[in-house]
T-cell receptor
C-alpha cells in the first residue's frame, strides 16, 4: 500500500512568488491534514479535511494560504504571495477514521523562500 | 507558554542503554497521547498511542502517562543505533479532531 505522497519534495522560490504543494493521501483515507514546521519550532497543525470539506482550519496562519481538496482525493496547499517566514517543511497526513489516533505522515515538502 | 514542552536535547547514549524521553503539558483537557519517531528528512512515524493515564508496552518501547502531573514519558530499552532519530510527543483533547499538538522533539543518538 502506497503511503502519503507529497510533491514537490523541495522548492526554492523568491519572496512574492506563488507555490503550490500537492498531497496524495493513502487510498481510502477520508481524513487529510496539513501541518508545517518552521525553523526551530514545533510541528503545527494547519487544517483538516474530511473528504472534500474543511473540518477544522483553525491553524491556517493567514489568507495567503489556500487549501483545497476537490473531489475528496488529493489536496493542494497554495501560498500566494510567499513571504520569508513561510519557509519550512510542510507535512501532509491522512487517516482512515475520524479519531485521528493513527495518522500517517508524508515525508514533507521543504519550502525555502528567498 | 507552549502547550507542550519537550527538551530538544540532543541526548547521546551508548548502545544498550535505557533511554527516557519526556514531555510536560499545560492543557488538562488532553486525553490522547502519542509518540512519533522521525528520521532525518523523513516524515513522523507513529510509535505509540495511549489514552488517558497508565502504561503501554510494545516491544522495547514503553509509554507512560501521568495526567495528575501532566507528564508523559517514552522509555526505550536496549537502545540500538537504529533508534537514533528525533522523538516527538503529540497530544489532543478530544476524539473528534485530528488536530495534534506537538512537542519540539528530542534528538537521540545511540552510539555503537
Amino acid at each position: 500500500e502506497a503511503g502519503v505522497t507529497q510533491f514537490p519534495s523541495h522548492s526554492v522560490i523568491e519572496k512574492g512568488q506563488t507555490v503550490t504543494l500537492r498531497c496524495d493521501p493513502i487510498s481510502g483515507h477520508d481524513n487529510l491534514y496539513w501541518y508545517r514546521r518552521v525553523m526551530g519550532k514545533e510541528i503545527k497543525f494547519l487544517l483538516h479535511f474530511v473528504k472534500e470539506s474543511k473540518q477544522d482550519e483553525s491553524g491556517m496562519p493567514n489568507n495567503r494560504f489556500l487549501a483545497e481538496r476537490t473531489g475528496g482525493t488529493y489536496s493542494t496547499l497554495k501560498v500566494q504571495p510567499a513571504e520569508l517566514e513561510d519557509s519550512g517543511v510542510y507535512f501532509c497526513a491522512s487517516s482512515r477514521d475520524f479519531s485521528g489516533n493513527t495518522i500517517y505522515f508524508g515525508e514533507g515538502s521543504w519550502l525555502t523562500v528567498v | 507558554q507552549k502547550e507542550v514542552e519537550q527538551d530538544p536535547g540532543p541526548l547521546s547514549v551508548p548502545e544498550g542503554a535505557i533511554v527516557s524521553l519526556n514531555c510536560t503539558y499545560s492543557n488538562s483537557a488532553f486525553q490522547y497521547f502519542m509518540w512519533y519517531r522521525q528520521y532525518s528528512r523523513k516524515g513522523p512515524e507513529l510509535l505509540m498511542y495511549t489514552y488517558s493515564s497508565g502504561n503501554k508496552e510494545d516491544g522495547r518501547f514503553t509509554a507512560q502517562v501521568d495526567k495528575s502531573s501532566k507528564y508523559i514519558s517514552l522509555f526505550i530499552r536496549d537502545s540500538q543505533p537504529s533508534d537514533s532519530a528525533t522523538y516527538l510527543c503529540a497530544m489532543r483533547a478530544t476524539s473528534n479532531t485530528g488536530k495534534l499538538i506537538f512537542g519540539q522533539g528530542t534528538t537521540l543518538q545511540v552510539k555503537p
